[in-house]
């Protein structure tokens, strides 16, 4: 694989002597959509390619299929505002079209914002931002603030977490980069920046049942949402 | 009453969310005030698997396509989340509109098998209202139901207050038309209702009808009352190449058993397998014209962007053009780099053309159903299968480059010995034998898979009168065959004994039996051919406690003058050839298939055109 003739709109890769077109693609992902897992999600997009009569490039192994990668999966429940995909096309063509044809065909809740060619590497991903919304029965808004309060000024924040190897005790805090919080009404307003990438992750619904199951009680999600990814040096990713 | 609010909070806490929150690629959504009849079509199971199936499918965009008329789809909450339902009070609701049910005119239920009765009740007391019709209220919706397992109503007689027999494109409107035109005139009653509903034909309104039984629990009478016709004859749609089709599927997220795009080529089976319920009451056959066929599968790949391709029908291989059919839809699966499967082959005529297009596209395994291990037991069951087509498919399929073959069978069949079903295994034994013969063999490693059905006697079949072997007879043929296997290529699995019989007890079921149906929920009976839910004792506790026995459904043999509890349904096929085909069976006599000479079933009553014959 090669690179050739690249610009701001697309990438130009060769493979197998031929020139392929690769795109990334910006969506969001809301309302219904956002109860779907990330399996879902790929096979939603590729049949939206399917649909959408764009001429796609497929591997060419064993089994051929739509290429498409997503940089940093997003996960089910959280619904997502600045989320990625990279796809190929055959033919040279303009991000508008694309954009055009692709939201035609994408089911509720899911939308590209734009398109064009791919700035970082996914590996670049180190962190994202997150807002959280999220009640419990019982309980006020400023008294969830309040414990919330008293829940990241703790020297450590001791969850366990589901690794290949088995469950694990691990310390949350320093995989917490940012926090703010605010009561609104019966719910607890979060907007967190944690580790996200291929070497550290923090979920931020992990941290919140951390926090419910702490104080002893249940956490009703209300909104879930990834704001954006960012580089080690704050960019946003692109 | 709109849920979403409720809802949202709850669908983080259970396994797959996306079950329940709608808002699939081409669900309908329409203007609550633009509607004046809402109907939910309810598939009492999971979402994955109701959302395989194609007659809802078909019933959605036939009553959606009606401006006045709202269809939602609804199925079966799993059980963490029927629990969390329970627990903060959250009915159940379209998928759609994310209404309860409440807001519905009609809810109707498909029947597919009857170890879904259990999830109908339980669906219906999550929406709120009582499962038995006579103690819901005038206000309450309509509850109707259809689908193979409708043939014996009988079972459900007391939930449900209105059954579709047959085919659903045609009386289903006609029905909804009814209720419209009643409820604009202002002379609508539920009673009233289905007084007028039961004059439609393929409908049958159980309340219109007294049951009496003898002393010993068999059928007496059958008497209707109030105008209702003494017997309901089941609807069939007279032109299959006419009929509207689905121009698109609702393409769901989640992985669905069956997440294709599924084109139906035909309806009705030309073969006549004895034990098979499907192969006589969709008769007679009716197939659609290739030219159909091809519009039918572009449209639908097109608008969902499925990358696979189902060719439906009870034997595929049977349609009439069927060459002429794949050939065409080949070309155009081949240039959209679409998957084709073609489920339900038959062995005696899977040739090696037909081979070599299904396996352009994809080489994994093959399956097919000898469903008996020796030549007598294939006749007493009128596969008209023999040894040597098995083996020359076998054969076909390991020189194509297969080495799995997935062999389906049936034990337990009237007249079968111990030896019969030995004979299962030596069959599976010279199928691996032949792949060794061979000198084109694959590489790989041969893996013959034994699959064996216990059966069952189902209504509508020439062995509807038959005693379903005991337990301990199953059981005894099981390690028959256990035994009869040396081989460690072939690989052997069992339908579960204890769904077997339950099953064979609702099948011929009467209307008494629904006591039982209702105990056994109110035990906690749900999902009940899942084998995680299944709880055998507690349906057995409540058959009893509701006088009855089941062997009295399951084991016994009937008398052949014994008023059967569904004789007063007709689904075309006549009582008097069903006893014929009985008494040939026992004496391992075969009848050809229809299109080399018809054997006068008395399906062709159903055709509106009177030339006589049902196949062309």
Redesign the interface.
Known sequence: MSEKNSNEKRKVVVVQGRDIYEYRAFYQKARRAKYISHLDLYRAVQRTFQRADIPVWFTEGFNPHIYLTFPMPIFLGCEGVEEAFDFRTTADLEPEELMEKLNAAFPEGIRVTRIAAPVHKATEIVRADYTLRLSSEGLSGAELLEKWEAFVSLPAIEAEKRTKKGPKTVDLKPLLYAQSAEADGDCLVLALTTACGPSENLSPVLLADTFAARYGFEPDYRLIRRERMRLESGETFN | MNVKEKL??L??KVQK??R??????HEVVKDRQEVDFRIALCFPDTYEIGMSHLGLKILYDIINRDPHCWAERVYAPWVDFEELMRKKGLPLYGLESLDSLDEFQVIGFSLQYELSYTNVLNMLDLAGLDPRAAYRKEDDPVIIAGGPCASNPEPLAGFIDLFQIGEGEEVMMEMIALYRKMKAEGTYTKKDFLREAARIPGIYVPSLYAITYHEDGTVASVTPKDGAPARVTKRIIQDMSAVRYPETFI?P???TVHDRAVLEVMRGCIRGCRFCQAGFIYRPLRAKNPDVLCRQAKLL???????ELSLSSLSTSDHPQVEEMLNRIIDYTDE??IGLSLPSLRVDNFSESLMEKVSRIHKSGLTFAPEAGNQRMRDVINKNVDESEIMRTCRIAFEGGYTNVKLYFMSSLPTETDEDVRDIGRLAQRIVDLFFSLEKRPRKMVNVSVSVAVFVPKPDTPFQWVGQDTFDVIRRKQAALVDSIRSRKISVSWHDVHTSVLEGVIARGDRRLGDAIYRAWKKGCVFDSWSECFHFDAWMEAIHEAGLTPEFYASRTRDLDEILPWDHIDVGVSKAFLKHEWEKAQRAETTRNCREQCAGCGAVKLLARKDGVCVE
């Open positions: 949202e909070p669908l983080l969310p996306a329940y929150i709608g808002g699939e690629l393409v997220y989640m992985e790949c097109d608008s969902t962007g499925y990358d959209k780099k």
